[in-house]
């Protein structure tokens, strides 16, 4: 396994993560269908290859999935990096949603408990609320960090916009700061690269990647006659916004590349996202050992430059204003001095 500190801060984590989404059983049963004797040979298949970091959430699972997780780590939690998120709904009552200051104190209690430990080491909001004050939930993030329960803090699934103002907001109040953003990227879903990673890379934060197989529809196991298949996870959790005719050109390529490696489309996919130097860590989230094996194998695959660089011209998204604008205004001069 190879390893890589969690942004700018001193927290080491494994570059493959453990996804713990699938743990538990409910209203998504194509995604929740792992139960404990599967989850606790996937834990243990994960912790035996190195992996040291394991990712879940309150909402997965209605909070099952970190029962599950706090239960099967067990004695080996000291040994590991659990992050956790609050922001989704959590029961039927108003306050019972959100990031204000009295959901994220509820839910981080219940996270503490449902997990059977006394710290969480990264607890991260889950979305935007635009009904509570920033300043009143990066003000509690800090008071969660100051009274031992947190350990680092992070953000999912947030604009830009929004996390500069947050981070501007930390360092003028003197309050912990944000050392992560968790976002969904993948090879064929790449605007995050038009105004996140860069500035998280301006900020010195770890980028940690949710479904970096796009679903799973990078793997390649999915064809154009079995997309529609009930039985399969895309069925119904088919939410991420890409062009499935477009998805499976690329693939083509990929499966390309992959054949000369004597890789899986899921490795090279993988291995793409993590020689990113923004890419702290990819989240794999498996339901069968088979499926883990394949996806830990990606952290030691390394792409060559010419792969890597046809990968990316492959899938680049296009330019936006204005950033396209900045592109072509460019002092030729100054560019050409200092090697752009």
């Known amino acids: 396994m190879i390893y890589s500190r969690l942004g700018h801060s001193g927290l080491i984590v494994s570059k493959v993560a453990f996804g713990a989404m699938t743990f538990g059983s409910g209203n998504f049963p194509t995604v929740y269908k792992v139960g404990r004797d599967e989850a606790q040979q996937l834990v243990d ?33 000291k040994e590991t990096i659990v992050a956790t998120k609050a922001g989704n709904r959590m029961g039927p009552g108003v306050t019972q949603a959100g990031l204000s200051r009295k959901h994220l104190f509820d839910a981080c209690e219940a996270s503490l408990a449902r997990l059977n430990t006394d710290y969480i080491d990264l607890y991260i909001v889950h979305k ?40 501007q907001l930390q360092r003028e ?10 976002m969904y990227y993948s090879l064929i879903g790449r605007d995050l690269e038009h105004e996140t990673i860069p500035f998280m890379e301006a900020n010195g934060m770890g980028l940690t990647v949710w479904s970096p ?30 062009d499935k005719e477009w998805g499976f050109s690329a693939l083509e390529t ?34 069968r050992l088979s499926q883990l094996d394949d996806n830990l194998a990606a ?13 990316d011209a492959l899938t680049r998204p ?23």
């Open 45 to 77: 298949r994960a912790l035996d290859a190195g992996v040291n970091f394991f990712d879940t959430a309150d909402a997965y699972a209605d909070g099952q999935s970190e029962e599950m997780l706090g239960r099967l780590l067990g004695a080996r939690r």
């Open 128 to 167: 935007t609320d635009p009904f509570t004050p920033l300043e009143e939930t990066l003000e509690a993030l800090n008071d969660l960090v100051r009274s031992g329960k947190v350990r680092y803090i992070g953000y999912s699934n947030w604009p830009a916009w929004m996390a500069a103002q947050a981070v």
């Open 173 to 182: 109040r003197g309050w912990a700061a944000f050392v992560n953003g968790q």
């Open 213 to 242: 197989l796009a679903g799973g529809f990078l793997s390649g196991k999915y064809t154009r006659d079995n997309l529609s298949d009930p039985n399969n996870r895309l069925s119904g959790f088919d939410f991420l916004p890409h």
């Open 254 to 287: 990929v499966r390309d590349i992959a054949g000369r490696y004597g890789a899986s489309p899921a490795q090279v996919s993988l291995a793409w996202l993590l020689a990113k130097p923004v890419v702290s860590s990819v989240l794999i989230g498996s339901s």
């Open 299 to 311: 952290a030691e695959l390394k792409l060559d430059a010419e792969d890597l660089a046809r990968l």
């Open 318 to 340: 296009a330019p936006l204003y204005p950033n396209w604008f900045a592109e072509a205004t460019l002092d030729p001069i100054a560019a050409k001095a200092l090697g752009r």
